[in-house]
């Protein structure tokens, strides 16, 4: 069966310094993944996505950035945290594949990024 | 433009209680439609989906969601809560040749013993 792990689960960072958040897949192969940030009282929104190595697709410009080394990897940067990058990380992967709307995402745990 | 709008941050109901949260979105074409539920300090973990098939849709835990076009509606249901529903709910929308997903603002079911 797949699982999906993302680490760490909670982490607090001071102001400026850097970022690394990680994400592994098991048990499927070339699976699109994503980056998605959630914001108290908000809905999901997508930071990043891959369908493949070295592929990434940014949807909001910011001071993040996401790299995938490896077919089932996928690390969230950043080389100075702002403090409005506190929030909550979702790791998620769906099926290999075209990208669609009819895509069943599965998520990771999240972690919990609090800025100082 | 795709948007999802979800009535009510907050939902509370007794335990045995029909639950029901309510979603509407606008989609300019057929859409997915899709349920997930968060638990506290977990990641999200899919209900059910709609994707133009059955208009009814069973999902697990007993929930379910009907598909209403005329009212552009998708609401969630269950016919009796249990303590282990207490959770955050958010309502989804694509359309198939876009990938992303247009996520609502989320609904925390509270239950009241």
């Known amino acids: 069966s797949q699982t999906i792990h993302q680490w760490p689960a909670t982490l607090v960072q001071p102001v400026g310094s850097p970022l690394s958040l990680e994400c592994t897949v098991e048990g499927t192969s070339n699976p699109n993944l994503y980056w998605y940030r959630q914001a108290a009282g908000r809905g999901l929104q997508l930071l990043f996505y891959?369908?493949?190595?070295?592929?990434i697709s940014s949807e909001v410009p910011q001071n993040l950035s996401a790299s995938r080394p490896q077919d089932r990897q996928f690390i969230l940067s950043s080389k100075k945290l702002l403090l409005s990058d506190s929030g909550f990380y979702l790791c998620?992967?769906?099926?290999?594949?075209?990208?669609?709307?009819?895509?069943?995402?599965?998520f990771g745990a999240g972690s919990r990024l609090t800025v100082l | 433009a795709q948007s999802v709008t979800q009535l009510g941050s907050h939902v509370s109901v007794s335990e045995g209680a029909l639950v029901l949260l309510r979603c509407n979105y606008s989609s300019s074409v057929p859409p997915y439609l899709f349920w997930y539920v968060q638990y506290p300090n977990q990641g999200l973990q899919l209900l059910l989906k709609y994707t133009s098939a059955a208009t009814l849709v069973k999902g697990i835990n007993g929930f379910e969601a009907e598909f209403k076009k005329s009212e552009t509606s998708f609401h969630l249901t269950k016919p009796s809560a249990h303590m282990s529903d207490a959770a955050e709910y958010f309502c989804a929308v694509s359309e198939g040749s876009n990938y992303q997903l247009i996520w609502g603002a989320g609904t925390k079911l509270i239950i009241k013993p």
């Open positions: 998620a992967w769906s099926a290999r594949g075209r990208l669609s709307g009819a895509n069943v995402l599965t």
């Open positions: 891959s369908v493949g190595i070295g592929q």
